[in-house]
């Protein structure tokens, strides 16, 4: 237990540590500014392309499809045609006029399926003339798209290869420093703030008698508190924690005052 307590870091040095790690992180959060809105924009064009991919074999599908109908129906066609001529030779050999109607009313009937076939398989070469012109302008977005898509991973491989060894040593260090700050609340709470900042700051310095994250005045016994360094304390605006900058080396900017101008009297002008 006592071997315990005497690795236990004091309020002053996990707040330095703290410090450090913010500087660390906010030097990778400088790299990944620098990618800039390359990773989503190369993240869009990938599922833009699988939509246009999966656009195209819908078409291609459908192609098929109604490929296999035209053939159905053509099937269809030279069946019917061939009953048909079957009721012609049957009319030539008729013996009365009630089988003769049969037969007529039959071919009609026949003729009529065949009209309705062919105007099926007109519709459908007319379908696959518009899918198959949707499918060639789809093609033509997909290769846009994918010669994009291959400059923005080149740009960002570029951008990555420069930067990467850099991050991972930050990481590193990041890591190494988070096994020094041994209050875990404390450093979950860091962690949290510095998510929900806009900025990414989850410690900062008070600076010109503020607080250097939202710019609002500490109050006096606060200051005094933050110098003493006995606790952790956070800004009551923001929540953002706050640290002496004496303590790492950052000093604290003050406001120069202008000095007053000096008041000036004119003297009466006297009779000589």
């Known amino acids: 237990m006592a071997e315990k ?12 540590a703290l410090y450090q790690l913010q500087t660390i992180l906010s030097e990778i959060d400088r790299i990944k500014y620098l990618r800039g ?43 019917r045609r061939a009953k048909i001529a079957r009721y012609d030779d049957q009319i030539d050999h008729v013996r009365n006029n009630r089988e003769f109607a049969f037969l007529e009313k039959e071919k009609e009937f026949e003729n009529l399926e065949i009209e309705l076939a062919e105007k099926n398989i007109r519709e459908a070469l007319a379908k696959i003339n518009q899918k198959e012109e949707e499918i060639a302008k789809a093609q033509v977005d997909l290769s846009n798209q994918e010669q994009s898509l291959e400059e923005k991973k080149r740009e960002l491989e570029e951008i990555v290869s420069e930067t990467k060894q850099e991050e991972e040593n930050l990481r590193l260090k990041a890591i190494n420093l988070e096994k020094d700050i041994d209050d875990e609340y404390t450093l979950k709470a860091f962690k949290r703030i510095r998510n929900n900042a ?29 110098k003493m360094h006995r606790k952790v304390l956070v800004c009551e605006y923001c929540g953002r924690i706050l640290i002496d900058g004496a303590l790492v080396g950052v000093e604290d900017q003050v406001e120069e005052v202008a000095p007053k101008p000096k008041r000036t009297t004119r003297r009466k002008a006297t009779d000589a």
Do not use: M, W
């Open 5 to 16: 307590k005497s690795q236990e870091r004091t309020v002053e040095e996990r707040l330095k």
């Open 37 to 79: 809105e390359l990773p989503n924009e190369v993240k869009d064009l990938e599922d833009e392309i699988i939509r246009y991919q999966t656009r195209i074999q819908k078409h291609t599908d459908e192609i098929a499809d109604l490929r296999t109908v035209i053939s159905a129906k053509k099937a269809d066609i030279e069946e």
């Open 198 to 226: 806009r900025n990414g700051l989850g410690i900062v310095t008070v600076q010109r008698k503020a607080c250097g994250g939202c710019f609002n005045k500490i109050p006096p016994q606060r200051q005094l508190e933050i």
